[in-house]
């Protein structure tokens, strides 16, 4: 079986230049847990909500915030986001991407075509998901 007969064809995409308050915004809108990067159509990177949380303040919306802590959240996808993202093409193998997740401690692939246009993300989530219905 190949990432295509399993893979979430719905993903938001965000250009490089995204600020992290507009990434938040999208990651809570679609409860999605991963962005995608694209530059001029291709994918050029990923952001995760972990990402996210390791960069914005905790002093955010508190009395202590900072004029910094607000800064931050002005800051873009393109310092924030995992360059160079390990990904896969439709045709590859669900043991293969299992194998990629665990050997990159990643939780998803962007599932790209052959000139690098995204298709769809295989997340750790849809692995096991097929895992549990087969």
Request: aromatic share 2%; proline share 4%; charged share 30%.
């Amino acid at each position: 079986m190949t990432v295509d007969s399993i893979m979430s064809r719905d993903v938001e995409v965000v250009a490089p230049d995204v600020t992290l308050m507009e990434i938040q915004d999208e990651l809570r809108k679609h409860g999605f847990r991963h962005l995608l990067v694209v530059d001029d159509g291709a994918l050029v990177g990923v952001i995760s909500d972990r990402d996210v949380l390791r960069v914005i303040s905790p002093f955010l919306d508190t009395l202590s915030e900072a004029p910094r802590d607000v800064k931050t959240l002005m800051r873009s996808a393109r310092e924030v986001m995992r360059e160079d993202p390990v990904s896969v093409h439709p045709d590859t193998s669900v043991e293969e991407a299992a194998g990629l997740l665990l050997e990159h401690t990643i939780s998803c692939l962007p599932v790209v075509s052959k000139d690098n246009q995204i298709q769809g993300i295989i997340t750790s989530k849809d692995l096991l998901r097929h895992l549990v219905n087969q």
